[in-house]
């Protein structure tokens, strides 16, 4: 089915949210104008299989990704570990806000495979 290409392609391409809702959009066009219902109930099928694979692979990342923070707290612990932690301009706060952003967008990631699959 030459649309069956199209939108799940282009949902395992979509990066942000505009390009999730115009695939949605062409599932909704493709679900209104369907002759084979089977047919495109496996496509559904497809879709959510790939998002459950990417939703996986964000939780992977994400369980890394705190992995890594918590070994450089480990690192950094004691009273001068705190303290360098805590000092606006030192690298090692630097360093910190970066591990807690790259937490922070995969759970974002992650929440949003959860939402798109329910």
């Known amino acids: 089915m030459p649309n069956e290409a199209a939108w799940l392609e282009r949902l395992s391409r979509a990066s942000n949210y505009r390009d999730l809702q115009e695939v949605f959009d062409s599932m909704m066009a493709d679900a209104t104008s369907q002759t084979d219902p089977i047919e495109f109930s496996r496509q559904i099928d497809e879709a959510i299989s790939r998002l459950e694979r990417e939703r996986t692979f964000d939780q992977e990342e994400l369980t890394a990704t705190q992995s890594d923070y918590a070994e450089f707290r480990k690192d950094k ?25 790259a937490i922070e967008e995969q759970q974002i990631e992650v929440t949003v495979d959860n939402f798109v699959i329910a």
């Open 77 to 101: 612990s004691g009273f001068v570990g705190w303290l360098k932690r805590k000092m606006p301009f030192s690298e090692t706060r630097k360093q910190e806000k970066q591990h807690l952003e």
